[in-house]
């Protein structure tokens, strides 16, 4: 019978609206700094009736990169890449032999390449030109990311890429937790990236009517949609006898997953299916309901989420749910989409591991749909022991992951 192991976290990175380092992201989220802005990343921005987004401002890829290497990474991967080698470094790990090909490279991301898919279209369909660049394919595909970075990092073991809408990060982390817990493999560098404020991206949000024209308000009175955001996370996970034997620093446990389909609508939100996941997750970490002290939601802001979320939570949390303090870090970075996961497990692990809970911004009073404790506008000071971290896509594709505080 394989040996469960533990899994510990020794590693964070991360590229977000709020600052390029998990450093700034965390400062800025406790402070409860808002990153949406107006839209600056599209050419003919005064066609959008969208516009605002939460952008990663001011990312010079030349800071990272050779000239000649930018020209083969779409900005997703260009994400991806700084966030994991900030994860590496923190962690302390040298990927030479046996350990490169015992480590696998599992990301997360909801559509890929946007920039450079929405530049070839333009080129073709608008400039009339007969050529592309030659890598266009290769830059925009789902799988860059994880190919990227397990090149860059000389990661030599299981890569591959999870596309699940908006839980892809949330499902990605949870595969390579599963992986390293069953000792498939004796590390994971694992998270998400997104990069899709594209022209055609946002006029295709924009048919969905699902945009806030301004501000993202979670689980507030008149919250009015969702605000589209875009980075990248990334997380080390490696055995618990692993990580001491070599005196790491660990930084959270990570102690259980759980994923359900609603088979139901594919964009309406399905409480039966956000309920399976958080109780699967639970299960998972052998936690009671009454464990839990933080949930960082999904909280998209929207109408429909926001309510059936809250009331999803009612129903797995039952007497203790108005004694969760819940926070919808979305509020301040947007809805990073197949990135979303990834960037709220990052906060997550740091709010288990400093006692910090992050608020949701924005937040105009109750509405009477969203009845608990969404820590409003101001970061509050908790212990915490155990947390969770929802995800909840389109399609109906659901997934959790829950978080101790390492003893």
């Known amino acids: 019978m394989t040996e469960v192991k533990r899994v510990v976290v020794t590693g964070l990175g991360a590229v977000t609206p709020l600052g390029h380092t998990r450093t700034s992201y965390w400062e800025n989220l406790k402070a409860g700094v808002s990153g949406l802005g107006p839209i600056t990343l599209t050419p003919a921005n005064d066609e959008l009736t969208q516009k605002v987004a939460a952008e990663v401002k001011d990312f010079d890829p030349l800071k990272h990169f050779a000239e000649r290497q930018i020209s083969t990474l779409d900005r ?5 890449v700084v966030a994991a080698r900030e994860a ?20 997360g991301t909801g559509v890929g390449g946007q920039t450079t898919h929405d530049d070839s279209f333009r080129r073709v369909y608008l400039e009339k030109r007969t050529r592309v ?15 990227q970075v397990s090149m860059d990092c000389g990661l030599r073991g299981p890569a591959f890429a999870v596309a699940s809408a908006c839980a892809s990060a949330t499902h990605a982390i949870g595969i390579a937790f599963q992986m390293v817990r069953g000792g498939l493999v004796d590390c994971a ?201 929802n995800s909840f896509a389109f399609g109906g594709l659901n997934a959790v992951l829950t978080v101790k505080r390492f003893s």
């Open 189 to 389: 560098v694992t998270g998400g990236a997104e990069a899709c404020i594209t022209f055609g991206t946002v006029r295709g949000w924009e048919a969905m009517r699902v945009m806030s024209p301004d501000v993202c308000r979670p689980f507030s009175k008149d919250r009015m949609g969702l605000v589209l955001g875009e980075g990248a996370a990334m997380i080390v996970l490696e055995p618990l006898e692993r990580a001491q034997a070599r005196g790491a620093e660990i930084l959270g446990e990570i102690v259980g997953f759980g994923m359900s389909a609603d088979a139901a609508d594919l964009t309406a939100p399905d409480r039966g299916g956000m309920a399976r996941a958080m109780q699967a997750a639970l299960a998972d970490a052998n936690l009671a309901a009454n464990d839990i002290q933080y949930v960082n939601a999904h909280g998209t802001g929207t109408a429909a989420n926001d309510d059936t979320e809250t009331k999803a939570l009612h129903e797995v949390f039952g007497p203790h749910a108005p004694k969760l303090a819940i926070s919808s870090t979305k509020s301040m970075i947007g809805h990073a989409l197949g990135a979303a996961g990834a960037l709220e497990l990052v906060a997550t692990v740091l709010a288990v591991r400093e006692g910090i809970v992050p608020p949701t911004i924005g937040y105009l009073g109750p509405d009477p749909a969203c009845d608990l404790d969404y820590v409003p506008n101001s970061a509050r000071s908790l212990s915490i022991e155990s947390a969770m971290s």
């Open 133 to 147: 660049f030659p890598l266009t394919i290769p830059k925009l595909m789902v799988n860059a990311p994880a190919s």
């Open 76 to 80: 997703v991967s260009q994400f991806a």
């Open 88 to 107: 590496i470094a923190q962690s302390g790990l040298i990927f030479d032999m046996p350990l490169s090909v015992r480590t696998a490279t599992i990301l």
